[in-house]
Protein backbone atom coordinates (compact mmCIF):
# COMPACT_ATOMS: atom_id res chain seq x y z
CA UNK A 1 0.00 0.00 0.00
CA UNK A 2 1.30 3.16 -1.12
CA UNK A 3 1.35 6.18 1.83
CA UNK A 4 0.66 8.57 -0.90
CA UNK A 5 -2.90 7.23 -1.18
CA UNK A 6 -3.97 6.76 2.65
CA UNK A 7 -4.74 9.53 4.77
CA UNK A 8 -2.13 9.78 7.74
CA UNK A 9 -1.82 13.40 8.79
CA UNK A 10 0.87 13.69 11.70
CA UNK A 11 1.34 16.19 14.06
CA UNK A 12 4.34 18.22 15.43
CA UNK A 13 3.00 18.85 18.70
CA UNK A 14 0.03 17.58 20.46
CA UNK A 15 -2.24 19.65 22.10
CA UNK A 16 -1.97 21.06 25.71
CA UNK A 17 -4.67 19.26 27.38
CA UNK A 18 -2.65 15.74 26.11
CA UNK A 19 -0.98 14.96 29.72
CA UNK A 20 0.38 11.39 29.17
CA UNK A 21 3.04 10.45 26.91
CA UNK A 22 0.84 7.94 25.20
CA UNK A 23 -1.69 10.10 24.91
CA UNK A 24 0.45 12.98 23.03
CA UNK A 25 2.06 10.37 20.96
CA UNK A 26 -1.65 8.95 19.71
CA UNK A 27 -3.19 11.86 18.89
CA UNK A 28 0.28 13.42 17.07
CA UNK A 29 0.35 10.27 15.38
CA UNK A 30 -2.96 10.49 13.98
CA UNK A 31 -4.54 7.20 15.60
CA UNK A 32 -7.43 9.07 17.47
CA UNK A 33 -9.46 12.20 17.30
CA UNK A 34 -11.19 14.50 19.75
CA UNK A 35 -14.43 14.50 19.44
CA UNK A 36 -15.74 15.59 22.96
CA UNK A 37 -14.90 14.48 26.24
CA UNK A 38 -13.87 10.91 26.35
CA UNK A 39 -15.07 10.22 22.86
CA UNK A 40 -12.25 9.72 20.04
CA UNK A 41 -13.03 8.53 16.42
CA UNK A 42 -10.43 6.16 15.84
CA UNK A 43 -8.14 6.91 13.03
CA UNK A 44 -6.84 4.61 10.14
CA UNK A 45 -3.93 3.76 11.59
CA UNK A 46 -4.81 3.84 14.78
CA UNK A 47 -7.89 1.47 14.00
CA UNK A 48 -5.56 -1.38 12.39
CA UNK A 49 -4.10 -2.03 15.87
CA UNK A 50 -7.29 -1.97 17.36
CA UNK A 51 -8.54 -4.79 15.21
CA UNK A 52 -5.36 -6.21 16.13
CA UNK A 53 -5.42 -6.28 19.95
CA UNK A 54 -9.59 -7.64 18.95
CA UNK A 55 -8.28 -10.14 16.93
CA UNK A 56 -5.96 -11.71 19.89
CA UNK A 57 -8.32 -11.35 22.54
CA UNK A 58 -10.97 -13.14 19.91
CA UNK A 59 -8.21 -15.91 19.05
CA UNK A 60 -7.71 -16.27 22.58
CA UNK A 61 -11.25 -16.83 24.10
CA UNK A 62 -12.05 -19.02 20.98
CA UNK A 63 -9.35 -21.34 22.02
CA UNK A 64 -10.78 -22.08 25.50
CA UNK A 65 -14.25 -22.49 24.17
CA UNK A 66 -15.94 -19.16 24.72
CA UNK A 67 -18.03 -18.64 21.88
CA UNK A 68 -18.77 -15.08 20.22
CA UNK A 69 -21.94 -13.11 19.90
CA UNK A 70 -23.08 -9.67 19.48
CA UNK A 71 -25.03 -8.22 22.32
CA UNK A 72 -26.71 -4.49 21.73
CA UNK A 73 -25.25 -1.28 23.03
CA UNK A 74 -28.88 -0.17 23.65
CA UNK A 75 -30.48 -2.17 26.90
CA UNK A 76 -33.77 -1.68 28.77
CA UNK A 77 -34.47 -0.68 31.41
CA UNK A 78 -36.33 -3.53 33.29
CA UNK A 79 -33.41 -5.73 33.56
CA UNK A 80 -31.50 -3.35 35.22
CA UNK A 81 -34.65 -2.94 37.37
CA UNK A 82 -34.73 -6.49 38.07
CA UNK A 83 -30.78 -6.58 38.90
CA UNK A 84 -30.91 -3.60 41.17
CA UNK A 85 -28.26 -1.85 39.55
CA UNK A 86 -30.52 0.82 37.40
CA UNK A 87 -30.17 2.66 41.20
CA UNK A 88 -26.51 1.10 42.61
CA UNK A 89 -24.78 2.01 39.06
CA UNK A 90 -25.18 5.89 39.64
CA UNK A 91 -24.37 8.70 37.23
CA UNK A 92 -21.64 6.28 35.44
CA UNK A 93 -24.50 4.35 33.61
CA UNK A 94 -25.73 6.36 30.47
CA UNK A 95 -29.86 6.70 30.65
CA UNK A 96 -31.27 7.54 27.07
CA UNK A 97 -35.33 7.35 26.38
CA UNK A 98 -37.25 6.58 23.65
CA UNK A 99 -39.95 8.11 21.93
CA UNK A 100 -42.19 7.00 23.97
CA UNK A 101 -40.94 8.04 27.06
CA UNK A 102 -39.28 4.33 27.68
CA UNK A 103 -35.88 4.30 30.04
CA UNK A 104 -32.84 2.39 28.31
CA UNK A 105 -29.16 2.37 28.66
CA UNK A 106 -26.00 2.66 26.83
CA UNK A 107 -24.63 -0.44 28.00
CA UNK A 108 -21.81 -0.12 30.96
CA UNK A 109 -21.45 -3.90 30.61
CA UNK A 110 -23.54 -6.62 29.94
CA UNK A 111 -24.03 -9.22 32.99
CA UNK A 112 -27.69 -8.06 32.92
CA UNK A 113 -28.36 -8.99 29.07
CA UNK A 114 -26.05 -12.23 28.84
CA UNK A 115 -28.24 -13.66 32.09
CA UNK A 116 -31.58 -13.00 30.48
CA UNK A 117 -30.22 -14.53 27.52
CA UNK A 118 -28.83 -17.37 29.20
CA UNK A 119 -32.02 -18.02 30.92
CA UNK A 120 -34.35 -17.77 27.85
CA UNK A 121 -32.30 -19.99 26.08
CA UNK A 122 -30.73 -22.70 28.10
CA UNK A 123 -32.60 -25.27 29.86
CA UNK A 124 -31.02 -28.08 30.80
CA UNK A 125 -27.27 -29.70 32.62
CA UNK A 126 -26.71 -31.03 29.42
CA UNK A 127 -26.09 -27.46 27.55
CA UNK A 128 -23.87 -26.74 30.58
CA UNK A 129 -21.01 -25.33 30.81
CA UNK A 130 -21.40 -22.31 28.32
CA UNK A 131 -19.29 -19.44 28.06
CA UNK A 132 -20.21 -16.33 25.52
CA UNK A 133 -18.09 -13.42 24.42
CA UNK A 134 -18.52 -10.14 23.02
CA UNK A 135 -16.23 -7.14 21.80
CA UNK A 136 -18.07 -4.07 21.90
CA UNK A 137 -18.20 -0.59 22.38
CA UNK A 138 -19.32 0.41 25.74
CA UNK A 139 -20.26 3.66 27.79
CA UNK A 140 -19.76 5.22 30.29
CA UNK A 141 -20.57 8.61 32.02
CA UNK A 142 -17.45 9.34 33.43
CA UNK A 143 -17.08 11.60 36.55
CA UNK A 144 -13.74 12.90 34.84
CA UNK A 145 -12.58 11.61 31.58
CA UNK A 146 -9.56 11.74 30.68
CA UNK A 147 -6.22 10.50 29.60
CA UNK A 148 -7.29 9.77 26.03
CA UNK A 149 -8.90 6.28 25.74
CA UNK A 150 -7.17 5.35 29.26
CA UNK A 151 -10.53 6.80 31.24
CA UNK A 152 -13.34 7.54 28.30
CA UNK A 153 -16.87 7.46 28.13
CA UNK A 154 -17.01 5.35 24.72
CA UNK A 155 -14.51 2.10 24.68
CA UNK A 156 -14.14 -1.31 23.78
CA UNK A 157 -13.95 -3.74 25.63
CA UNK A 158 -14.35 -7.48 25.60
CA UNK A 159 -16.99 -9.46 28.11
CA UNK A 160 -16.69 -12.59 28.46
CA UNK A 161 -19.43 -14.49 30.80
CA UNK A 162 -19.38 -18.07 32.14
CA UNK A 163 -22.49 -20.26 33.22
CA UNK A 164 -22.10 -23.37 35.55
CA UNK A 165 -23.65 -25.67 37.70
CA UNK A 166 -21.37 -25.87 40.99
CA UNK A 167 -18.36 -23.65 42.40
CA UNK A 168 -16.17 -26.07 41.30
CA UNK A 169 -16.87 -25.69 37.81
CA UNK A 170 -17.15 -21.74 37.74
CA UNK A 171 -13.14 -22.23 39.56
CA UNK A 172 -12.06 -23.99 36.04
CA UNK A 173 -14.06 -21.78 33.63
CA UNK A 174 -12.30 -19.17 35.96
CA UNK A 175 -8.94 -20.66 35.35
CA UNK A 176 -9.34 -21.03 31.93
CA UNK A 177 -10.36 -17.66 31.46
CA UNK A 178 -6.97 -16.73 33.67
CA UNK A 179 -4.68 -18.50 31.33
CA UNK A 180 -6.61 -16.63 28.25
CA UNK A 181 -5.77 -13.40 29.68
CA UNK A 182 -1.92 -14.27 30.60
CA UNK A 183 -1.51 -15.44 27.20
CA UNK A 184 -3.90 -12.33 25.99
CA UNK A 185 -1.76 -9.76 27.19
CA UNK A 186 1.73 -11.33 27.13
CA UNK A 187 0.74 -11.26 22.97
CA UNK A 188 0.06 -7.92 23.28
CA UNK A 189 3.82 -7.54 23.83
CA UNK A 190 2.98 -5.74 27.64
CA UNK A 191 4.56 -6.07 31.35
CA UNK A 192 1.94 -6.39 33.83
CA UNK A 193 0.88 -8.12 36.60
CA UNK A 194 -1.08 -9.63 38.07
CA UNK A 195 -3.36 -8.84 41.61
CA UNK A 196 -6.37 -9.38 43.80
CA UNK A 197 -8.92 -7.21 43.29
CA UNK A 198 -11.96 -5.72 45.09
CA UNK A 199 -15.38 -6.79 43.08
CA UNK A 200 -16.66 -3.22 43.23
CA UNK A 201 -19.82 -2.55 41.95
CA UNK A 202 -19.84 -5.96 39.86
CA UNK A 203 -20.17 -7.69 43.05
CA UNK A 204 -19.60 -11.10 43.78
CA UNK A 205 -16.68 -12.74 45.77
CA UNK A 206 -13.13 -12.97 44.12
CA UNK A 207 -11.62 -11.16 41.61
CA UNK A 208 -8.09 -10.49 39.76
CA UNK A 209 -7.16 -7.38 37.81
CA UNK A 210 -4.41 -7.19 35.41
CA UNK A 211 -2.36 -4.15 35.50
CA UNK A 212 0.47 -3.04 32.97
CA UNK A 213 2.39 -1.74 34.87
CA UNK A 214 3.58 1.69 34.91
CA UNK A 215 4.09 5.10 36.85
CA UNK A 216 1.07 7.22 35.15
CA UNK A 217 -1.16 4.20 35.84
CA UNK A 218 -4.30 4.89 38.11
CA UNK A 219 -4.21 1.50 40.15
CA UNK A 220 -1.67 1.42 42.98
CA UNK A 221 -0.85 -1.95 43.69
CA UNK A 222 0.54 -3.09 47.06
CA UNK A 223 3.04 -6.27 46.29
CA UNK A 224 5.22 -8.16 48.42
CA UNK A 225 9.25 -8.95 47.06
CA UNK A 226 9.29 -12.21 49.49
CA UNK A 227 6.08 -14.01 48.89
CA UNK A 228 3.61 -13.71 45.75
CA UNK A 229 0.81 -11.64 47.54
CA UNK A 230 0.28 -8.89 45.04
CA UNK A 231 -3.59 -6.78 45.40
CA UNK A 232 -4.90 -3.72 44.75
CA UNK A 233 -5.00 -1.09 47.59
CA UNK A 234 -8.73 -0.84 47.68
CA UNK A 235 -8.66 -5.11 48.56
CA UNK A 236 -5.32 -5.38 50.45
CA UNK A 237 -5.72 -6.95 53.50
CA UNK A 238 -4.05 -5.81 56.45
CA UNK A 239 -3.20 -6.81 59.62
CA UNK A 240 -3.88 -5.46 63.30
CA UNK A 241 -1.31 -4.47 65.42
CA UNK A 242 -1.76 -7.00 68.67
CA UNK A 243 -3.29 -4.69 71.30
CA UNK A 244 -0.81 -3.41 73.94
CA UNK A 245 -1.86 -5.44 77.33
CA UNK A 246 -1.85 -2.23 80.02
CA UNK A 247 -4.09 -1.49 83.07
CA UNK A 248 -6.87 0.54 82.48
CA UNK A 249 -6.92 4.05 83.40
CA UNK A 250 -9.85 6.50 84.16
CA UNK A 251 -11.64 8.75 81.69
CA UNK A 252 -10.51 11.92 81.88
CA UNK A 253 -11.20 15.11 79.17
CA UNK A 254 -8.00 17.65 78.68
CA UNK A 255 -7.72 20.61 77.53
CA UNK A 256 -6.12 20.72 74.27
CA UNK A 257 -7.06 24.28 72.56
CA UNK A 258 -6.96 24.21 68.82
CA UNK A 259 -5.58 20.96 68.46
CA UNK A 260 -7.86 19.80 65.13
CA UNK A 261 -5.41 17.54 63.53
CA UNK A 262 -3.99 14.06 64.99
CA UNK A 263 -0.17 15.77 64.53
CA UNK A 264 -1.27 19.04 66.36
CA UNK A 265 -2.88 16.71 69.28
CA UNK A 266 -0.17 14.48 69.40
CA UNK A 267 2.36 17.09 69.88
CA UNK A 268 0.62 19.21 72.43
CA UNK A 269 0.04 16.03 74.63
CA UNK A 270 3.24 13.91 73.87
CA UNK A 271 1.82 11.01 73.09
CA UNK A 272 2.38 9.06 69.69
CA UNK A 273 0.01 8.54 67.02
CA UNK A 274 -0.98 5.27 67.52
CA UNK A 275 -2.37 6.19 71.10
CA UNK A 276 -4.90 8.37 69.34
CA UNK A 277 -8.18 7.60 67.81
CA UNK A 278 -9.17 9.15 64.41
CA UNK A 279 -12.58 10.15 63.70
CA UNK A 280 -13.98 10.77 60.03
CA UNK A 281 -17.95 11.54 59.38
CA UNK A 282 -19.78 10.36 57.13
CA UNK A 283 -23.99 11.14 55.13
CA UNK A 284 -24.98 7.91 53.52
CA UNK A 285 -27.75 7.99 51.27
CA UNK A 286 -30.34 5.74 50.11
CA UNK A 287 -31.41 4.54 46.17
CA UNK A 288 -33.16 7.69 45.85
CA UNK A 289 -30.26 10.02 46.95
CA UNK A 290 -31.93 10.94 50.24
CA UNK A 291 -30.01 11.25 53.26
CA UNK A 292 -29.85 7.85 55.36
CA UNK A 293 -27.85 7.91 57.74
CA UNK A 294 -24.73 9.73 59.39
CA UNK A 295 -22.17 7.38 60.18
CA UNK A 296 -18.75 8.07 62.05
CA UNK A 297 -16.00 6.17 61.28
CA UNK A 298 -12.51 5.17 64.24
CA UNK A 299 -9.28 4.36 63.57
CA UNK A 300 -6.06 4.28 64.92
CA UNK A 301 -4.14 8.00 64.26
CA UNK A 302 -1.65 6.54 61.92
CA UNK A 303 -3.71 4.61 59.68
CA UNK A 304 -5.97 5.69 56.50
CA UNK A 305 -9.38 4.83 56.12
CA UNK A 306 -9.85 2.74 52.77
CA UNK A 307 -13.34 4.17 51.03
CA UNK A 308 -13.74 1.18 49.39
CA UNK A 309 -13.22 -1.55 52.43
CA UNK A 310 -15.80 1.02 54.11
CA UNK A 311 -18.39 1.24 51.49
CA UNK A 312 -18.11 -2.66 51.18
CA UNK A 313 -18.55 -2.84 55.38
CA UNK A 314 -21.52 -0.44 54.46
CA UNK A 315 -22.82 -2.36 51.76
CA UNK A 316 -23.36 0.78 49.48
CA UNK A 317 -22.24 1.67 46.49
CA UNK A 318 -19.29 4.20 46.44
CA UNK A 319 -21.76 6.95 45.62
CA UNK A 320 -24.18 6.62 48.23
CA UNK A 321 -21.56 8.34 50.68
CA UNK A 322 -20.13 11.76 51.33
CA UNK A 323 -18.12 13.61 54.01
CA UNK A 324 -20.87 14.69 56.05
CA UNK A 325 -21.14 18.55 57.32
CA UNK A 326 -20.17 18.61 60.58
CA UNK A 327 -22.01 21.96 62.04
CA UNK A 328 -25.34 19.72 60.94
CA UNK A 329 -24.52 16.44 62.19
CA UNK A 330 -23.41 17.75 65.69
CA UNK A 331 -26.63 18.54 67.11
CA UNK A 332 -27.97 15.67 66.12
CA UNK A 333 -25.23 13.42 67.28
CA UNK A 334 -23.31 14.71 69.28
CA UNK A 335 -19.91 15.20 67.66
CA UNK A 336 -17.73 18.34 67.73
CA UNK A 337 -16.43 18.56 64.50
CA UNK A 338 -12.10 18.81 64.95
CA UNK A 339 -12.70 17.12 68.45
CA UNK A 340 -14.63 13.87 67.98
CA UNK A 341 -14.29 10.81 69.22
CA UNK A 342 -16.41 7.73 70.01
CA UNK A 343 -17.06 8.04 73.84
CA UNK A 344 -21.15 9.35 73.97
CA UNK A 345 -22.11 10.03 70.47
CA UNK A 346 -25.34 9.10 69.27
CA UNK A 347 -28.00 8.68 66.23
CA UNK A 348 -25.20 7.64 64.03
CA UNK A 349 -23.66 4.24 62.72
CA UNK A 350 -20.45 4.03 64.57
CA UNK A 351 -17.88 2.00 62.30
CA UNK A 352 -14.95 0.70 64.30
CA UNK A 353 -11.51 -1.08 62.65
CA UNK A 354 -11.01 -3.67 64.01
CA UNK A 355 -7.35 -2.71 64.94
CA UNK A 356 -9.17 -0.75 68.05
CA UNK A 357 -10.84 -3.72 69.68
CA UNK A 358 -8.96 -4.41 72.63
CA UNK A 359 -7.14 -1.19 73.04
CA UNK A 360 -6.90 0.48 76.18
CA UNK A 361 -5.95 4.98 77.11
CA UNK A 362 -6.07 6.03 73.59
CA UNK A 363 -6.66 9.41 72.90
CA UNK A 364 -9.92 10.48 70.98
CA UNK A 365 -11.73 14.01 70.46
CA UNK A 366 -13.83 14.50 73.96
CA UNK A 367 -17.17 16.11 71.49
CA UNK A 368 -16.33 19.33 73.44
CA UNK A 369 -14.34 22.42 71.79
CA UNK A 370 -10.94 22.33 72.47
CA UNK A 371 -10.78 19.29 74.74
CA UNK A 372 -9.76 15.45 74.29
CA UNK A 373 -10.43 12.29 76.21
CA UNK A 374 -7.59 10.32 77.67
CA UNK A 375 -7.85 6.51 78.90
CA UNK A 376 -10.24 5.99 76.30
CA UNK A 377 -10.72 1.84 76.40
CA UNK A 378 -12.76 -0.30 73.49
CA UNK A 379 -15.47 -2.20 75.44
CA UNK A 380 -15.65 -0.16 78.42
CA UNK A 381 -16.31 3.26 76.88
CA UNK A 382 -17.29 2.72 73.00
CA UNK A 383 -18.47 -0.27 70.79
CA UNK A 384 -18.40 -0.34 66.98
CA UNK A 385 -21.75 -0.86 65.15
CA UNK A 386 -19.53 -2.56 62.55
CA UNK A 387 -16.34 -3.32 63.21
CA UNK A 388 -14.16 -4.63 60.58
CA UNK A 389 -10.89 -3.62 58.85
CA UNK A 390 -11.38 -0.47 57.01
CA UNK A 391 -7.43 0.45 56.68
CA UNK A 392 -5.06 1.18 53.37
CA UNK A 393 -1.97 -1.38 53.53
CA UNK A 394 0.68 1.24 53.41
CA UNK A 395 4.63 0.79 52.27
CA UNK A 396 6.32 -0.50 54.63
CA UNK A 397 3.32 -2.14 56.45
CA UNK A 398 3.57 -5.90 56.91
CA UNK A 399 2.90 -8.67 54.22
CA UNK A 400 -0.23 -10.13 55.41
CA UNK A 401 0.57 -13.22 54.21
CA UNK A 402 4.47 -13.68 55.42
CA UNK A 403 5.20 -10.35 57.47
CA UNK A 404 8.23 -8.67 54.96
CA UNK A 405 7.54 -5.41 54.45
CA UNK A 406 5.31 -4.09 51.61
CA UNK A 407 6.21 -2.47 48.47
CA UNK A 408 3.52 -0.30 46.51
CA UNK A 409 3.77 0.35 42.56
CA UNK A 410 1.60 1.69 39.86
CA UNK A 411 -0.37 -0.03 37.38
CA UNK A 412 -3.24 0.16 34.36
CA UNK A 413 -5.80 -1.79 34.60
CA UNK A 414 -6.14 -3.51 31.26
CA UNK A 415 -8.46 -6.42 32.14
CA UNK A 416 -10.29 -7.92 35.17
CA UNK A 417 -11.66 -11.19 35.89
CA UNK A 418 -14.92 -11.44 38.67
CA UNK A 419 -16.60 -14.88 39.89
CA UNK A 420 -19.56 -13.46 40.44
CA UNK A 421 -21.31 -16.73 42.27
CA UNK A 422 -25.42 -16.71 42.16
CA UNK A 423 -25.67 -12.74 42.61
CA UNK A 424 -27.14 -11.97 38.64
CA UNK A 425 -28.59 -15.78 38.46
CA UNK A 426 -30.52 -15.63 41.81
CA UNK A 427 -31.90 -11.98 41.23
CA UNK A 428 -32.76 -12.59 37.76
CA UNK A 429 -34.32 -15.86 38.33
CA UNK A 430 -32.50 -17.71 36.11
CA UNK A 431 -32.34 -20.95 36.41
CA UNK A 432 -31.52 -24.52 34.61
CA UNK A 433 -33.16 -28.18 35.40
CA UNK A 434 -31.08 -30.55 36.73
CA UNK A 435 -30.89 -34.37 36.38
CA UNK A 436 -33.65 -34.62 38.58
CA UNK A 437 -35.80 -31.95 37.10
CA UNK A 438 -35.27 -29.89 39.62
CA UNK A 439 -34.56 -25.82 38.63
CA UNK A 440 -31.14 -25.07 40.06
CA UNK A 441 -29.54 -21.70 39.96
CA UNK A 442 -26.21 -20.91 37.63
CA UNK A 443 -22.59 -20.18 38.94
CA UNK A 444 -21.72 -17.38 36.97
CA UNK A 445 -18.41 -15.48 36.30
CA UNK A 446 -17.41 -12.25 33.88
CA UNK A 447 -14.38 -11.34 32.75
CA UNK A 448 -13.41 -7.98 31.42
CA UNK A 449 -10.84 -6.67 28.76
CA UNK A 450 -10.33 -2.91 28.23
CA UNK A 451 -9.40 -3.10 24.70
CA UNK A 452 -8.73 0.52 24.10
CA UNK A 453 -7.28 1.49 27.28
CA UNK A 454 -4.68 -2.16 26.37
CA UNK A 455 -3.81 -0.10 23.04
CA UNK A 456 -3.07 2.99 24.97
CA UNK A 457 -1.19 0.87 28.02
CA UNK A 458 1.37 -0.52 24.83
CA UNK A 459 2.20 3.28 23.95
CA UNK A 460 2.33 4.31 27.97
CA UNK A 461 5.25 0.86 27.96
CA UNK A 462 6.62 1.51 24.62
CA UNK A 463 7.82 4.76 23.14
CA UNK A 464 10.73 6.80 22.62
CA UNK A 465 11.30 10.53 22.49
CA UNK A 466 10.97 10.33 18.83
CA UNK A 467 7.60 8.07 19.03
CA UNK A 468 6.11 4.81 19.40
CA UNK A 469 7.33 1.93 19.24
CA UNK A 470 5.07 -0.76 18.45
CA UNK A 471 5.30 -4.49 19.71
CA UNK A 472 5.16 -6.77 16.49
CA UNK A 473 1.71 -8.53 17.48
CA UNK A 474 -0.11 -5.04 16.89
CA UNK A 475 1.64 -2.65 14.53
CA UNK A 476 -0.27 -1.06 12.37
CA UNK A 477 1.64 -1.99 9.83
CA UNK A 478 4.76 -4.63 10.24
CA UNK A 479 6.96 -2.94 7.44
CA UNK A 480 7.30 0.59 6.19
CA UNK A 481 9.42 1.00 3.02
CA UNK A 482 10.79 4.64 2.68
CA UNK A 483 11.22 5.71 -0.33
CA UNK A 484 13.95 8.79 -0.51
CA UNK A 485 13.34 9.83 -4.36
CA UNK A 486 10.08 8.32 -5.84
CA UNK A 487 10.94 10.78 -8.68
CA UNK A 488 13.83 8.31 -9.23
CA UNK A 489 12.33 5.21 -11.13
CA UNK A 490 15.10 2.76 -9.86
CA UNK A 491 14.56 3.53 -6.45
CA UNK A 492 10.10 3.30 -7.02
CA UNK A 493 11.25 -0.09 -8.82
CA UNK A 494 13.26 -1.72 -5.78
CA UNK A 495 10.27 -0.13 -2.97
CA UNK A 496 7.65 -1.77 -5.69
CA UNK A 497 9.36 -5.29 -5.80
CA UNK A 498 10.15 -5.60 -2.05
CA UNK A 499 6.45 -4.30 -0.87
CA UNK A 500 5.34 -6.91 -3.43
CA UNK A 501 7.78 -9.85 -2.39
CA UNK A 502 7.25 -9.27 1.35
CA UNK A 503 3.23 -9.18 1.02
CA UNK A 504 3.39 -12.34 -0.72
CA UNK A 505 5.15 -13.65 2.57
CA UNK A 506 1.89 -11.99 4.46
CA UNK A 507 3.95 -9.13 5.48
CA UNK A 508 2.31 -5.97 5.93
CA UNK A 509 3.54 -2.91 3.90
CA UNK A 510 3.27 0.57 3.70
CA UNK A 511 5.70 2.46 1.24
CA UNK A 512 6.30 6.08 1.87
CA UNK A 513 6.47 7.55 -1.64
CA UNK A 514 4.94 11.11 -0.50
CA UNK A 515 7.07 13.73 -2.25
CA UNK A 516 8.72 15.02 1.15
CA UNK A 517 11.65 15.42 2.66
CA UNK A 518 13.48 12.44 4.07
CA UNK A 519 14.02 14.02 6.92
CA UNK A 520 10.02 14.41 7.43
CA UNK A 521 9.36 10.50 6.31
CA UNK A 522 11.84 9.06 8.87
CA UNK A 523 10.23 11.11 11.78
CA UNK A 524 7.15 9.91 10.62
CA UNK A 525 8.29 6.07 10.61
CA UNK A 526 9.11 6.87 14.27
CA UNK A 527 6.56 8.50 15.48
CA UNK A 528 3.61 5.97 14.37
CA UNK A 529 6.49 3.67 15.47
CA UNK A 530 6.62 0.87 12.41
CA UNK A 531 8.61 -1.86 13.68
CA UNK A 532 10.93 -2.64 10.76
CA UNK A 533 12.09 0.22 8.43
CA UNK A 534 13.39 -0.32 4.94
CA UNK A 535 15.16 2.55 3.33
CA UNK A 536 15.75 2.85 -0.43
CA UNK A 537 17.91 5.60 -1.95
CA UNK A 538 21.31 5.84 -3.41
CA UNK A 539 22.09 2.22 -2.65
CA UNK A 540 19.66 1.16 -5.50
CA UNK A 541 21.51 0.93 -8.08
CA UNK A 542 23.56 -1.99 -6.67
CA UNK A 543 20.01 -3.37 -5.36
CA UNK A 544 20.69 -2.45 -1.83
CA UNK A 545 18.86 -1.15 1.10
CA UNK A 546 19.00 0.02 4.67
CA UNK A 547 17.37 -1.97 7.66
CA UNK A 548 16.50 -0.67 10.77
CA UNK A 549 14.66 -1.70 13.54
CA UNK A 550 12.24 0.68 15.12
CA UNK A 551 13.90 -0.59 18.95
CA UNK A 552 17.01 -0.37 17.69
CA UNK A 553 19.83 2.61 17.19
CA UNK A 554 21.92 1.11 14.57
CA UNK A 555 20.91 0.11 10.74
CA UNK A 556 22.66 -2.46 8.42
CA UNK A 557 22.84 -2.19 4.55
CA UNK A 558 21.90 -5.21 3.01
CA UNK A 559 20.64 -6.76 -0.25
CA UNK A 560 16.96 -5.97 -1.10
CA UNK A 561 16.45 -10.21 -0.85
CA UNK A 562 18.54 -10.37 2.59
CA UNK A 563 16.23 -7.59 3.81
CA UNK A 564 12.96 -9.09 2.72
CA UNK A 565 14.32 -12.13 4.20
CA UNK A 566 14.90 -10.57 7.51
CA UNK A 567 11.79 -8.71 7.90
CA UNK A 568 9.34 -11.96 7.00
CA UNK A 569 11.80 -13.72 9.70
CA UNK A 570 11.10 -11.33 12.16
CA UNK A 571 7.22 -11.00 11.77
CA UNK A 572 7.02 -14.85 11.62
CA UNK A 573 9.19 -15.23 14.84
CA UNK A 574 7.38 -12.26 16.82
CA UNK A 575 3.76 -12.81 15.66
CA UNK A 576 3.55 -16.74 15.04
CA UNK A 577 6.59 -17.68 17.49
CA UNK A 578 7.78 -19.47 14.54
P1 LIG B 1 -11.78 1.46 36.49
O1 LIG B 1 -11.55 0.95 37.88
O2 LIG B 1 -10.53 1.83 35.77
O3 LIG B 1 -12.85 2.49 36.40
P2 LIG B 1 -13.47 -0.77 36.19
O4 LIG B 1 -12.87 -1.68 37.19
O5 LIG B 1 -14.70 -0.02 36.51
O6 LIG B 1 -12.35 0.24 35.66
P3 LIG B 1 -14.38 -3.04 34.64
O7 LIG B 1 -15.83 -2.94 34.89
O8 LIG B 1 -13.58 -4.05 35.35
O9 LIG B 1 -13.71 -1.58 34.83
O10 LIG B 1 -14.18 -3.12 33.05
C1 LIG B 1 -13.30 -4.02 32.39
C2 LIG B 1 -12.18 -3.28 31.70
O11 LIG B 1 -12.66 -2.22 30.88
C3 LIG B 1 -11.23 -2.60 32.66
O12 LIG B 1 -10.28 -3.52 33.15
C4 LIG B 1 -10.61 -1.53 31.79
O13 LIG B 1 -9.52 -2.06 31.06
C5 LIG B 1 -11.71 -1.16 30.83
N1 LIG B 1 -12.35 0.11 31.21
C6 LIG B 1 -13.20 0.34 32.23
N2 LIG B 1 -13.58 1.62 32.26
C7 LIG B 1 -12.96 2.23 31.23
C8 LIG B 1 -12.96 3.57 30.70
N3 LIG B 1 -13.69 4.53 31.27
N4 LIG B 1 -12.19 3.83 29.62
C9 LIG B 1 -11.47 2.86 29.03
N5 LIG B 1 -11.43 1.59 29.47
C10 LIG B 1 -12.17 1.28 30.54
MG1 LIG C 1 -12.17 -3.33 36.90
Not at 5 to 16: C, D, F, G, Q, S
Request: charged share 30%.
Amino acid sequence: MKLSRLHLKTLREAPNEAELVSHKLMIRANLIKKEAAGIYTFMPFGWRTIRKIEEIVRQEQDRIGCQELHMPHVNPSELWKESGRWYAYGPELWRIKDRNGRDFCLVPTCEELCTNIVKQEVSSYRELPLQLYHIQFKYRDEARPRYGLMRSREFIMKDAYSFDRTPEDLEEAYRLQYEAYVRTFTRCGLDFRIVEADNGPIGGSNSHEFSALSNVGESEIAYCEKCDMAATIERAECIDDKPVDEPEQELEAVYTPGTKTIKDVCDYLGVDEKKTIKALMFTTFDQDLNPADYVCVFIRGDRDVNMIKLVNALGIPEHYIEFADEDEMGPVTGIVGGFTGPVGIHNCKIVVDSELVGTKNMVAGANKEDHHMKGVCYGRDYVGDIVTDIKTLKEGDPCPHCGAPIKHTRGIEVGQIFKLGTKYSESMNATYKDENGEDQIYWMGCYGVGVTRTMQAIVEQSHDDKGIIWPMSVAPYHVIVTVINPKDELQMDLANKIESELEAKRVEVIVDDRDERAGVKFNDADLIGIPVRITVGKLAKDGNVEYKLRREESNEVLSAEDAIKAAAELVDKEIFGL
